[in-house]
């Protein structure tokens, strides 16, 4: 974990409440997809946790949904701008489960941690395949960013205006070997109940901290409590429990 100024170096709309912002700094401590950055805005208390979207050597990329005061601050950031920003934070994805045809899941605002894991798993496996689900066509983004990494990409819309109409687990292909999945609970939820083979998935929870003191943020598992943001954001399927 590491606390370091970065500058914006882009910030734009992809969407009209979805954002992609580019920071320049010291990307060392950046290291697994899945990972996540914490920043601090001024006037908020709290910092605000954004999984990585891509990461380079001089830079870390975010995309995130406007859906409050921090982040609707944050959509108004300009090129320039100087941020505190923690990285090196959470458990992110293991490559080496994948086997030979991953399968990479996502909804929403849960889409881009999985496109730093998709540059990845497309280095070392013969087929990665991602299916991204959204509301509406409005909603879509990062379509071809994975298709020009050579992905075989698939859409759904709940309202059938683009792609294939329903939900993620309505366009789930055959033969994938493991899979990975971010997204709203209730998403992940069913994605549990839809697959068929071992796989990882990314959760999204409030946090305090950021980093593993408050506690904030913990969950129950078969083995106990985990923290979201420390043992989590992401969790392997054979120790998920669902409450309620």
Do not use: H
Request: proline residues 4%; hydrophobic residues 35%; contains cysteine.
């Amino acid at each position: 974990m590491k606390d370091s100024i970065f500058r914006v170096i882009e910030n734009r709309a992809l969407t009209p409440n979805i954002f992609k912002m580019r920071l320049c700094g010291d990307v060392s401590e950046v290291g697994q997809p899945g990972q996540f950055i914490n920043i601090k805005l001024d006037g908020c208390y709290l910092r605000r946790p954004l999984s990585v979207y891509d990461a380079d050597p001089i830079s870390v990329t975010v995309i995130y949904k406007v859906v409050g005061r921090g982040t609707e601050i944050m959509s108004r950031l300009k090129n320039g701008t100087m941020l505190s920003v923690m990285t090196g934070l959470g458990n992110g994805f293991d490559i080496m489960a994948a086997g030979e045809r991953p399968l990479l899941i996502g909804g929403g605002a849960g889409v881009p941690p999985l496109y730093l894991l998709a540059k990845k798993l497309v280095e070392r496996c013969s087929k990665v395949s991602v299916v991204l689900g959204f509301n509406t066509i409005t909603d879509v983004f990062c379509e071809e960013e994975f298709k020009r990494l050579g992905c075989e990409v698939t859409v759904t819309t709940a309202d059938g205006s683009y792609g294939v109409k329903g939900f993620v687990t309505d366009a789930l292909p055959e033969g994938y070997t493991y899979f990975y999945t971010c997204g709203p609970e209730a998403m992940l939820k069913a994605v549990f109940d839809s697959t068929g083979t071992s796989g990882q998935f990314s959760f999204e929870e409030r946090m305090g901290c950021g980093f593993g003191a408050c506690m904030g943020c913990s969950c129950k598992t078969v083995s106990g409590y985990k923290r979201i943001c420390k043992e989590g954001p992401v969790l392997k399927k054979e120790e998920i429990t669902w409450e309620g």
